[in-house]
């Protein structure tokens, strides 16, 4: 029996030395069964590596809360303890607790680039930080839960399996199935065709728009596979430029160019991209259009995650607030096609905190600045 009990000693060196000389660190809990936020964690849970990132708050203000927090990963860097398809990684505050996530894109061991978006339910005080863990688990174990660790609809089979968009974000629909949620959206003017997706057409200045109706701290992003006409947020009952358009603060496709543009009776902001600038000089393009709205005057605009050329914010021409969010069109021969639609919390002035991801500051990139390249979804 003493030979047994020493030879099992020796085994369980060796698999631990095994793991060192691996590079692999192991963090073992054996005594969670707790369920954080709709997940249940396994009672014995191997975490293969964890990466502390820190969320700092560098204004005179207190972050509301909740908020989407967006977090860049370099995935490559991490592949030896990656699943194909990143379902092994979750994100928790340090006491356990899981902090709802996203997914957005880089859904890959090999992406240089993978966007994670967070729900932060913690406020961070003036000139504090938040540390939380970004967890690797079990490669071979799917983390995906659909309820709070999820990506977007369309990296799963069957379309939206794991997606959980409606649990982190403010507001959000992945129009999947094939009907229209009514009890969300209302249309005019306007046709449309879900499957797993949104097709809509448009006559006669229509318009697919939130019931809701926002103001300031609100961005609206929408993954568009094609677009044309206008994206953004919009004051229904202003028709301006002879009823061909809503006024709002939106993204617009006119004059060959895709730019952004807030338009109210008193005229056009940036008419043609001629005085803020555009991002692309092509129209019917595909990618991700966000619009923020920073006060009742000024809203900021982004075509993927990026200001490009133009000169933001735009400061004047802004519609009556509030807004819906959603989509406006005058030309029945040019439909946009959809793959989603959310509505995020912003900070006051679009502040958007500083992010050390292991160390390393996560450079100003997306939804701030404009320094990085395009993104592939």
Excluded at 12 to 27: D, E, N, R
Excluded at 170 to 194: C, H, M, P, R
Excluded at 353 to 360: A, I, K, L, S, W
Aim: with cysteine; proline share 3%; aromatic share 14%.
């Amino acid at each position: 029996m003493a030979k047994r009990s020493q030879l099992m000693k020796i085994m369980a060196v060796s698999i631990v030395l095994l793991f060192l000389v691996s590079g692999f660190s192991v963090v073992v809990y054996g005594s969670q069964s707790s369920d954080h936020n709709g997940i249940k964690v396994p009672s014995f849970n191997a975490i293969l590596k964890r990466i502390y990132i820190n969320i700092s708050n560098t204004e005179n203000f207190a972050l509301k809360v909740p908020y989407q927090q967006i977090i860049a990963i370099n995935s490559s860097l991490y592949k030896l303890y990656e699943a194909q398809n990143l379902q092994n990684i979750y994100f928790t505050y340090t006491n356990g607790t899981i902090i709802p996530s996203w997914l957005e894109s880089g859904a890959s061991e090999y992406s240089n680039l993978s966007i994670y978006w967070l729900k932060i339910n913690v406020s961070i005080l003036p000139h504090s930080n938040l540390t939380i863990y970004m967890n690797f688990g079990n490669t071979s174990v799917n983390y995906f839960n659909g309820i709070n660790i999820g990506e977007a609809p369309q990296f799963s089979t069957p379309y939206g399996k794991y997606d959980d968009g409606k649990n982190v974000f403010y507001f959000y629909d992945n129009f999947s199935g094939n009907q229209l949620n009514t009890s969300e959206w209302i249309t005019k003017n306007a046709s449309s065709t879900v499957n797993n997706g949104i097709n809509i057409g448009f006559n006669e200045n229509g318009y697919m728009v939130t019931k809701q109706h926002f103001g300031a701290g609100y961005a609206f992003d929408v993954y568009a596979l094609d677009t044309s006409n206008n994206i953004g947020f919009f004051n229904i009952s202003e028709k301006v430029n002879y009823n061909t358009v809503l006024a709002g603060s939106f993204i617009r496709e006119a004059c060959g160019n895709t730019y952004p543009d807030q338009w109210n009776f008193s005229g056009e902001a940036n008419g043609c991209g001629n005085n803020y600038g555009y991002f692309i000089n092509k129209m019917f393009v595909s990618g991700i259009f966000t619009t923020s709205l920073i006060n009742n005057i000024s809203s900021i605009q982004y075509y993927d995650g990026l200001l490009w050329g133009t000169h933001q914010p735009i400061d004047r021409n802004n519609a009556t607030y509030p807004l819906n969010a959603g989509f406006n069109g005058n030309n029945a021969t040019s439909a946009m096609n959809i793959q989603w639609a959310r509505i995020r919390n912003v900070q006051q002035d679009n502040y958007t905190p500083v992010v050390y991801v292991d160390g390393v500051q996560q450079k100003s990139l997306i939804y701030e600045d404009g320094l990085l390249c395009h993104i592939n979804l």
